[in-house]
């Protein structure tokens, strides 16, 4: 299993910070769920949220007013939206497949997004 | 200020045993929800350590250890490495705060 995320790196304060994670070697739909996971620099992991492949979501509610996530099993892939971004929400940003009990097995590599003017 | 608490960082030397606590409450590990652990090494994504309180990935060796017991749960690296310097996290899941996977706030491995 493998996850990669890509999206810009650079988001302005007020816009929308959108990623997404493409997975391979195995196929979003066998019934995992798929989760977000961020880390300020020199700081600790912050689960963000986790989808279904039907899209049923749980999200973090510290960020439930600010987050969508959505799957797209044709593309075998999902994505993240995290509205009016601020300097705070400067963090690498990790998916991840959730394993048993809601453990994450498989992590992506992680990409950097700041949140500057 | 996380939900499962954590010491900021431990220390040992190579070969010594160190542990490694997390402290949750009744609605997280008091509740019999598991306690995972993730090692992660400088500049690099977290990887699983130990997952449903007691059990290794493959790959993982037998120095990596857990436990849970009533609302704390622990981590124990024994014959201590170099490369074992790290940070490690907890992780569980809250019954009160709607489904929540939460996280402790990481503790930082020195091998000395």
């Known amino acids: 299993v493998q996850l990669q995320e890509s999206g810009p790196g650079l988001v302005k304060p007020s816009e929308t910070l959108s990623l997404t994670c493409d997975v391979s070697g195995y196929s979003i739909s066998n019934g995992s769920y798929w989760g977000w996971i961020r880390q300020p620099p020199g700081k600790g992991l912050e689960w963000i949220g986790s989808?279904?492949?039907?899209?049923?979501?749980y999200y973090n509610p510290s960020l439930r007013s600010r987050v969508s996530m959505s799957v797209d099993t044709s593309k075998n892939q999902f994505s993240l939206n995290l509205r009016s971004a601020t300097a705070a929400d400067t963090a690498v940003y990790y998916c991840?497949?959730?394993?048993?009990?809601?453990?994450?097995?498989?992590w992506g590599q992680g990409t950097l997004v700041t949140v500057s003017s | 200020q996380s939900v499962l608490t954590q010491p900021p960082s431990v220390s040992g030397a190579p070969g010594q045993r160190v542990t490694i606590s997390c402290t949750g409450s009744s609605s997280n590990l008091g509740a019999n929800y598991f306690v995972h652990w993730y090692q992660q090494l400088p500049g690099t994504a977290p990887k699983l350590l130990i997952y449903d309180n007691n059990k290794r990935p493959s790959g993982v060796p037998d120095r990596f250890s857990g436990s849970k017991s009533g609302t704390s749960a622990s981590l124990a690296i024994s014959g201590l490495q170099a490369d074992d310097e790290a940070d490690y996290y907890c992780?569980?899941?809250?019954?009160?705060?709607?489904?929540?996977?939460?996280f402790g706030g990481g503790t930082k491995l020195t091998v000395l």
């Open positions: 989808i279904y492949h039907t899209g049923q979501n």
């Open positions: 991840a497949k959730e394993g048993r009990f809601y453990s994450l097995d498989f």
């Open positions: 992780q569980s899941y809250d019954s009160s705060l709607r489904a929540s996977r939460v």
